[in-house]
């Protein structure tokens, strides 16, 4: 990994890190996961990042600023639903839900749950509440809310390149954003989850459910929170077969983008964009994407109780 040595052009924005950008091997090599392949190189200029996700006070400010309604919160068209009993259409978000017992992990919808009253200022559902998690990540944010708020604040959202290349701390091909070990000293330095999923998270870690954003240490770079606690937004539309595109394209992606359009074979009618960082839902036994070079995907309306986001800023020139 090169990291480049430029120095900050400028004072640190408030609350921002300065990434100097460099060139990177991308992607899992050794991890299983076939969308994360095949690892090839990729340079990226220098650009801000904020050093924790977007918190519940931060974007409550934003909401107060701007009276913004999130997707979740917003009634729903009975035409976006045929067939549906309009007295089903209530705005709601997928909250996450231990199942009593051990389960087979070969269907979601056993621990996930459509929640009505669900939002990032219910993150439960009704009567949960934020009041104790002003510095916890927010949630339920879907992509058209991150961009909102985006735009409020004079930011973007992060390349799914600019992400990874932050995540990894100036530390080349290594499986977390803080080493080759999922903790150090047996220590953990990452919200995820340890015991049976998805019926029993231990709490080793000090948390079940989100952490405050700087509970963890930073990586290399001085950021929080680039692996567990809560899935982020990148601005890429997700396709799995893009990083074999930019491999077979040249020796150096520069910049990437992503790809022009989205597209999941395993459901091919949903718009998806990349997720990166993984979650405190994250374990070896699912998920296990707080692997650094590993990727995730959401439908860009869906919100959940583990996504939020945090953003960049460009270097003017």
């Known amino acids: 990994m090169h990291v480049n040595a430029a120095a900050a052009p400028t004072p640190a924005p408030t609350g921002m890190v300065w990434v100097a950008g460099g060139t990177f091997w991308m992607g899992c090599e050794g991890c299983g996961m076939p969308d994360a392949l095949p690892a090839h190189l990729v340079s990226v200029n220098g650009f801000w990042m904020d050093r924790t996700p977007v918190t519940n006070a931060e974007f409550q400010r934003f909401v107060r600023a701007t009276r913004f309604i999130t997707v979740p919160e917003r009634e729903l068209d009975p035409r976006d639903f045929p067939g549906v009993p309009?007295?089903?259409?209530?705005?709601?978000s997928a909250v996450f839900h231990p199942t009593s017992q051990p389960v087979p992990?070969?269907?979601?919808?056993?621990?996930?749950?459509?929640?009505p009253g669900a939002s990032w200022r219910h993150p439960e559902g009704p009567g949960s509440s934020i009041r104790d998690r002003a510095d916890h990540p927010v949630v339920h944010i879907a992509f058209e809310d991150a961009l909102a708020y985006a735009q409020w604040a004079g930011k973007r959202l992060p390349t799914e390149a600019e992400f990874e290349f932050a995540a990894r701390g100036g530390l080349d091909r290594n499986l977390y954003p803080w080493g080759n070990e999922l903790t150090l000293g047996g220590k953990a330095v990452a919200n995820t989850w340890q015991g049976q999923f998805p019926a029993s998270d231990r709490g080793d870690d000090g948390y079940v459910g989100t952490s405050p954003v700087t509970a963890f240490p930073p990586n290399g770079f001085g950021l929080y929170d680039m692996g567990g606690n809560v899935w982020q937004w990148c601005a890429d539309w997700y396709r799995?077969?893009?990083?074999?595109?930019?491999?077979?394209a040249g020796p150096v992606a520069r910049n990437p983008q992503g790809p022009s359009e989205g597209f999941d074979p395993q459901e091919p009618g949903a718009a998806k964009r990349v997720l990166r960082g993984g979650s405190y839902l994250c374990t070896d036994q699912y998920c296990a994407r707080y692997l650094v070079g590993s990727r995730g995907k959401s439908e860009v309306s869906s919100g959940a109780s583990n996504l939020?986001?945090?953003l960049v800023r460009s270097v003017s020139r």
């Open 86 to 92: 309009r007295d089903k259409l209530v705005p709601g």
């Open 105 to 115: 992990l070969d269907d979601p919808l056993q621990w996930w749950r459509y929640t």
């Open 240 to 248: 799995p077969d893009h990083y074999a595109v930019l491999a077979k």
């Open 308 to 310: 939020g986001f945090r």
